[in-house]
Structure formats: C-alpha cells, structure tokens
C-alpha cells in the first residue's frame, strides 16, 4: 500500500529529468516503505525492478531475463531474445540499451550482492564509470540494512565510493502522518494512538496491523501483537537486528537493552551491561553514527561539542518498546505470557509519557512562538528536567508534557514547579510557560492568564498553528 511520501517521488522524478546517467541510493529500515516507493515511481516509466534475493547468481540472471523480456520485447528487434552469462553482462546491456530512451532500473536489497558475488561491486564500478556518460540510465539502488549500505558506498575502500549521484533517505512517518494513516483505513481515538504509535512508530508496514488486531482497546491490540503465543510482531527485532548487526549482536542488544531499561548515560549503560567503558563508547558510536539505531542528546542549553552532559536513546519508537517489553521479558515470555502482560500494563503509561514528550517536543516545533527560537529541546541538570525548552537571545518558552488528564488546580500545581525549575537554567530573556496534557481542563482560563495551554486534541488538530498568541 502506496501512502504519502510526495516529497521523495518529487525527488526520484527530479533525478529522472537531469540529462544523461544517474545513480541513486534508497536506503531505510526494513518496512519503511523503500520499495513500495521504488515501485509507485516505476510505474509511469519505463523501468525494470530486480530484488536481488540470496541465491545462486545463474537463479538471478534467469529471472531478471524475464522481467527484461516482459518489460523491453517491444523495443526489442523479434530475433533478441535476452540471455545473460553474469550479472556484468546484464549491468552492460543496460547500459547500452539506454544509449537509446531512458531506461530506470532498480536493485532491491541490494547489499545481498555481497553473499551473491562479492566481485561484481568491482565490476559495477568499472562498467559505470566506463560507459555512463554515453548511456540515459537512472540506476536504483535499495538496501535495508543501514550501516552495510553506508559502508557499501561510504566507505573509501570499498569499490562504489563516490559513485552515488543521489541519496534518498526513507525514515518512518511522523506521529501526525501515521495518525492520518491509520485513520484512513481504521477510527482509532487519538488517545488509544498514542500508546500504539508508542509500540509501533511510524512504521508503515507495522501500522498495517492495525486495522487487524485494534478493536476498541490499544492494549489489547498490543497483546495481540507482541505477547501472545503467536503475536506477529513478537520476533521481529530479533529477526531485523541479528542480519543488521551480524556475529556481534548480543554486545548492540545489551546496549539497546540497557537504554531502553533508562540507563542513557555511558557510565550507567557501562555498570548495566558490565562493558569496560572503552567498548561502550566504540559500540555507541556505531549505533549512533552507524547504524543510526541510537540518538545522542545533550540539554538544550549546552553546546553539544563541548559538554559532557551526553544522554542516549533509542532513535526508533518500534525497538524502544520491543527491547523495552519484549526483549527483556524473552524467558518470561516463554513461561508465563500471561504475567508478563500483567506487569507491562503497570508499567507502560509511564513509557507512553515519555513518547508523549517526543511529540510534543515536535509540537512545538511547529507553533508560532512570537519569533523563531534558535533551539528546541529538553533540558535536564541533577534530578531536575524540563520537558520542552525553546529559546533565541530574548526569549525563552518553557513546556511541561503531562500523559494524564489534569484539572485547573493540577495545571497550577505543574506550572509553579516549572517556574521554580526556570530559575535553574543559564539564559536570560522574556520568559512564558506552557503546559502540554493529556487532556487539559479550563485551557481557555490558563490562556487568558498568558499560559501557552494544550492537550492532544490541539496536537492532533492544531499542529501548524497557535492561534493564542
């Protein structure tokens, strides 16, 4: 199911009208979308798809033969019948074939080369580099695994480096893109999403489920998905993470295990996994920089080359809950099913909160403020944080996220500890408070007192705007 995603077919078919010869990487999460995109493009265009499954190079030939002749016979004199000995071959009558009318085509899963036949990265590169500017060829490449694509053309040993003309970057849809989402195919009360968008992200192929298993309770729904003996979802970490990761997983799981448990510091995740300090560090850098599965974050008001004040979490809301509630309940699961859910109930409106948090924060981003701040983001010294802090040389809003449902007088109770707080940070300004809740009694009154007041129906409807100011 093809949703969204305007602004990237805008660009493919912006790479397809430059003259001459184009390479192009799609790369993402496995689910995300990659070739549901690939496949909307191709289909006004001439273009051959090829998914480069892990068999035996003659098994590809013969079934990328048949695409060409399904795709190409009728640009193809009667006596061509197209047979290939190697993957060269094809890569070369493409090229050639293009000299004539453009021609896209796509590999998908395309790091599966590597098991195939790890030489033909060499052959690609000399083919490319000997005829692309004779040739009219949009070249599509799609990987899922992120960090063996990056290493596939980033790396400078590798033969690819520097081939790539484009990058298209396909990250999972927003909170209020998965909501639309969701609706279109399913009436899901905006409450009731939020916990689910808390399990499953902004994944498409996961908000799939959905219309499935949602009938009137989202914890139900997530029982279904995650803890029952046959849930759907409850091996998929461990199913995209291990290829991902390879032989080295255990030492990547531990670490998005203890981050995910909330030890996010390098000390705290160093005592949890009993890693020497030094390992944790190169291991966080990978899944930082690498494999893009953590994000690094610093208080809003340090400089973040300079501060020690580093604190990580998992970039990804769908394996933030599976290592968080799955992955750490394995044995349990295997036991007793029915007590593991019991406990996650306890537990997982805290977690929503912080999900909640997330949203807002984009939230924010998204109001008018009265100017442009300079940053956006959370603040946090000792045992004392604040949930959204936004600020430029003269201003300075401060937000606190509450996952409940407040009254007038829990609104007051939470908006003098945020001045008290306001008093600890290190800028100087016209200051305003807000307060972002579940649901957020009399928000006309605190409005009136100056108070930037919302729950989530102004998130869910009022993202782009704040009419209050």
């Known amino acids: 199911m093809f949703y969204d995603r305007e602004r990237e ?13 184009s390479f ?22 001439l273009g051959l798809y090829f998914f ?7 098994l590809l030939l013969e079934e990328y033969s048949r695409e060409i002749e399904e795709k190409l016979s009728r640009y193809l004199p009667p006596y061509v019948k197209p047979k290939f000995g190697s993957l060269e071959e094809l890569v070369e009558f493409l090229l050639d074939y293009s000299r004539e009318r453009k021609l896209v085509v796509v590999f998908d899963e395309f790091q599966n080369f590597r098991t195939v036949k790890p030489s033909f990265f060499s052959s690609l590169q000399r083919l490319w580099d000997e005829k692309k500017e004779t040739s009219n060829l949009m070249l ?12 596939i053309f980033m790396d400078r040993k590798e033969p690819l480096f520097g081939r790539v003309d484009e990058w298209v970057k396909l990250k999972p849809f927003d909170f209020w893109t998965s909501f639309n989402f969701v609706r279109s195919l399913v009436d899901v009360p905006p409450k009731d999403f939020v916990e689910l968008y808390s399990a ?22 997530l029982k279904a998905l995650f803890f029952d003996e046959f849930a759907p979802l409850r091996e998929e970490g461990l199913n995209v993470l291990k290829l991902e990761f390879g032989r080295f997983y255990r030492a990547h799981f531990s670490i998005l295990e203890a981050v995910s448990l909330g030890y996010v510091t390098p000390k705290e995740i160093s005592d949890k996994t009993g890693m020497k300090l030094l390992t944790v560090g190169k ?7 690498h494999f893009e599965y953590l994000k690094r974050e610093v208080p809003v008001t340090e400089n973040p080359l300079k501060t020690r004040k580093v604190a990580y979490r998992i970039s990804d809301e769908f394996f933030n809950f599976w290592f968080r509630f799955v992955y750490h309940n394995y044995t349990a699961l295997e036991e007793d099913p029915r007590r593991v859910f019991e406990r996650f109930k306890t537990e997982f409106p805290a977690f929503v909160g912080k999900t909640y948090e997330r949203i807002a924060l984009d939230f924010v981003r998204g109001l008018d403020l009265g100017f442009r701040p300079e940053r956006v983001g959370r603040w946090w010294q000792g045992g004392e944080e604040i949930d959204v802090v936004a600020y430029d040389r003269k201003n300075v809003v401060l937000f606190e996220v509450k996952w409940r449902d407040l009254s007038l007088r829990d609104a007051r109770k939470v908006l003098n500890s945020l001045e ?6 290190p800028l100087k300004g016209n200051y305003r408070f807000g307060i972002i809740a579940r649901e957020l009694e009399d928000k006309e009154e605190l409005r009136k007192e100056g108070v930037l007041a919302f729950d989530l129906s102004d998130i869910i409807h009022q993202r782009l705007q704040c009419p209050f100011l």
């Open 52 to 58: 480069v499954g892990e068999k035996d190079e003659a």
């Open 9 to 21: 077919l805008e660009k493919l078919n912006e790479v397809y009208s430059f003259p001459g010869s």
């Open 283 to 289: 291991y966080l850098s990978e899944l930082t920089n």
């Open 24 to 45: 192009l990487v799609i790369y993402g999460r496995r689910r995300v979308g990659k070739t549901a995109l690939a496949r909307e493009f191709l289909s006004d265009k």
């Open 140 to 151: 599509i490449v799609i990987g899922s695994y992120v960090g063996m694509i990056k290493r």
């Open 420 to 425: 008290r707080k306001a008093e600890l940070l």
């Open 200 to 221: 499953l992200g902004g994944m498409p192929r996961y908000l799939l489920y959905v219309p499935r298993y949602y009938h009137g309770g989202s914890l139900e729904a």
